[in-house]
C-alpha cells in the first residue's frame, strides 16, 4: 500500500503538469482558429468563447490519457534514474508489483475517461452543433470587417466592405447563393436595421447595381437602383437531426451502420487504450545508465504517434465499411496491447536471468 501512494503520488507530479499544458495548447489552437473565424464574420463573437470551451471539452478523451501515459514515463525514468527502481527489486518488488500500482491508477483514470467519452463527448458535439447552426443563421452588419472577404459559416454568402463610417458600411460587395441562382450586389453605402415584422435581419442600401444570375441556363436580371432594402434570409433553423458524434450511446449501439458501429466502438474502447497506453509506458521508461530521466520521452511521443494514427486510420476504414466491424476498431487496441506485451517480455526474462544467477551464487 505504501509502494503503491509512491508511486501514485510520483505520477501525479507529471501528470497534472502535463494535462494542464497539454489543455493550454490545445485551447490556444481552437481560440487562434475561432478568433480568426469571428474575424471574417462567419461566427457571432459572443459565442466564440463557449466554442472554445466546448472544443476543449471534446478534446480531453484523447488529451488526458496522453498525458497519463507521459507522466508513467516520466516519473519511472525519473526513479530509474536515481537508482530507486534498482533499491525497490533488492528490497523484493517485483515489477509485477509496479505494474499492478500503475494499473489501480489507470483503472481509476480509464472510468474519468469512459465518463468522458460516454456523456460529455456527445454533449458537447451537440451543443458546438446547436451553436453553429445558430450563428449560421444569425446575421449583424456590426461583425462585418471592412477591407476583409466576411464568409458566413455554411458558405452561401460573402460580404466586402471597401472602408467603413460608423454602422455604415460603404462600397460593399455582396455574394449570396440562393437555389441555382446567383446573386451580387453592389452598393455605395449599406447599414442594417431591425425589422419588427420580420425575424432577418434588413439591409438598407444607396445606389444598388444588382445582377441575379442563373446557374441552370434561366433569365438573367441586371439592375440598378437608388435604394435597396434587402432582408438577409438564412436558412431557418431547424431541429438537429441525428450527428454521429453528437448521437447517444444506446442510440449508437442500436445502429447497423458502419460508420456509427465504428464510432461506437471507438468509445468503448478508448478508455481501454488508456490503461494499455500506462501500462506500456512502464517498460518505455527503463533507460540505460547515464542516459537521463528523460531519455526515452522521443520514443515515447513516437510510440503514441504511430498508435493514434493507427486508432484514427482503423477507424476510418471500419467507417466505410473497408474494414469489417469485427474485430472493427478494436484491432487497434489489440495491436496495442502486443506491443506493450512485447515490450515486458524482455525485461521480465532479464529480471528472472538475473534472479536465477543469483540463487545459484554459492554464499
Not at 463557449?50 to 488529451?63: G, H, N, S, T
Not at 444569425?138 to 460580404?159: K, W, Y
Not at 460603404?170 to 440562393?178: G, N, T
Not at 504511430?306 to 489489440?334: C, E, R
Request: one cysteine or more; aromatic letters at 8%; hydrophobic letters at 50%.
Amino acid at each position: 500500500m505504501i509502494l503503491t501512494r509512491y508511486l501514485i503520488r510520483e505520477i501525479n507530479k507529471p501528470l497534472l503538469v502535463l494535462a494542464l499544458a497539454l489543455i493550454a495548447v490545445f485551447a490556444g489552437y481552437s481560440t487562434a482558429v475561432f478568433l480568426t473565424q469571428a474575424a471574417s464574420g462567419a461566427l457571432p463573437t459572443d459565442v466564440v468563447a463557449e466554442l472554445i470551451a466546448l472544443k476543449v471539452a471534446i478534446a480531453l478523451e484523447v488529451l488526458l490519457p496522453i498525458a497519463l501515459y507521459l507522466a508513467v514515463v516520466i516519473a519511472l525514468g525519473r526513479l530509474h534514474n536515481d537508482s530507486e527502481t534498482t533499491a525497490l527489486h533488492a528490497l523484493g518488488v517485483s515489477p509485477a508489483r509496479i505494474l499492478r500500482s500503475v494499473a489501480a491508477l489507470a483503472l481509476v483514470f480509464a472510468v474519468l475517461v469512459a465518463a468522458l467519452t460516454f456523456y460529455l463527448r456527445p454533449w458537447s458535439y451537440e451543443r458546438s452543433y446547436r451553436l453553429k447552426a445558430w450563428a449560421n443563421a444569425e446575421f449583424s452588419l456590426n461583425e462585418i470587417q471592412a477591407g476583409n472577404f466576411n464568409e458566413n459559416a455554411s458558405g452561401t454568402r460573402v460580404i466586402f466592405a471597401a472602408d467603413r463610417a460608423g454602422h455604415e458600411l460603404e462600397r460593399v460587395f455582396m455574394q449570396r447563393e440562393h437555389g441555382a441562382r446567383t446573386q451580387v450586389l453592389y452598393a455605395m453605402g449599406a447599414h442594417q436595421e431591425h425589422d419588427p415584422h420580420y425575424d432577418a435581419p434588413l439591409l438598407q442600401m444607396r445606389d444598388v447595381h444588382l445582377y441575379d444570375l442563373s446557374r441552370d441556363g434561366g433569365r438573367d436580371l441586371i439592375a440598378r437602383v437608388a435604394a435597396l432594402s434587402y432582408h438577409m434570409n438564412e436558412p431557418p433553423l431547424e431541429p438537429l437531426g441525428f450527428e454521429r458524434k453528437a448521437a447517444g450511446m444506446a442510440q449508437l449501439a442500436a445502429s447497423h451502420a458502419p460508420a456509427d458501429i465504428a464510432e461506437y466502438q471507438w468509445r468503448l474502447a478508448t478508455p481501454v487504450s488508456a490503461v494499455l497506453l500506462a501500462i506500456l509506458g512502464i517498460p518505455l521508461s527503463r533507460a540505460q545508465p547515464r542516459q537521463g530521466r528523460y531519455a526515452k520521452m522521443l520514443l515515447a511521443v513516437l510510440v503514441y504517434a504511430g498508435y493514434y494514427s493507427l486508432d484514427i486510420m482503423i477507424k476510418a476504414w471500419v467507417g466505410q465499411g473497408t474494414l469489417g466491424t469485427l474485430p472493427g476498431v478494436w484491432l487497434a487496441p489489440m495491436a496495442l496491447a502486443v506491443v506493450a506485451l512485447s515490450a515486458w517480455c524482455r525485461p521480465l526474462a532479464t529480471i528472472r536471468r538475473r534472479l536465477a544467477g543469483a540463487a545459484g551464487t554459492p554464499g
